[in-house]
C-alpha cells in the first residue's frame, strides 16, 4: 500500500453492514464508522466531536466485515481515501467520500 493515501481509523460502527454481491460472486460492504475527539474549550468544559466516515470493502475483507461487525463494534481500519459522484434521482450531481478499507483490526467486547 502506498503512503501517498493511506488513512487509519479507530472508531464505532453506526450501524449493521450492508452487503451487496456481484453478478460475479464479489462482495461488496458498506458500513459507517463514528470517531471521537475531545478537547476543552475556551470555558474550560471538556466537548467531544463526532466525525461520520463512510466505509467499503471488498472481497475477503467484506466477509469479515459482514460476520464480525454488529452496530456498535470497535475497529481499526487501514485503507485509502475515495472520492465519487453520482445523478441523483432529480438529475442533481451528489458527491462521496468513502473509505476504502484494506486491513481491518477487531477491538473491543462487543
Do not use: C
Amino acid at each position: 500500500m502506498s503512503l501517498r493515501n493511506k488513512i487509519t481509523l479507530i472508531g464505532h460502527t453506526g450501524k449493521e453492514v450492508e452487503v451487496m454481491t456481484f453478478e460475479n460472486g464479489t462482495l461488496k460492504a458498506t458500513v459507517s464508522l463514528a470517531t471521537s475527539d475531545h478537547y476543552t474549550n475556551a470555558k474550560g468544559e471538556k466537548v467531544e466531536e463526532t466525525q461520520w466516515h463512510n466505509l467499503i470493502a471488498f472481497g475477503k475483507t467484506a466477509e469479515i466485515l459482514q460476520k464480525y461487525s454488529p452496530k456498535g463494534k470497535e475497529l481499526a481500519v487501514e485503507g485509502k481515501l475515495t472520492y465519487r459522484s453520482y445523478d441523483d434521482k432529480d438529475g442533481v450531481k451528489r458527491f462521496i467520500t468513502e473509505i476504502r478499507v484494506e486491513e481491518i483490526l477487531l477491538l473491543g467486547g462487543k
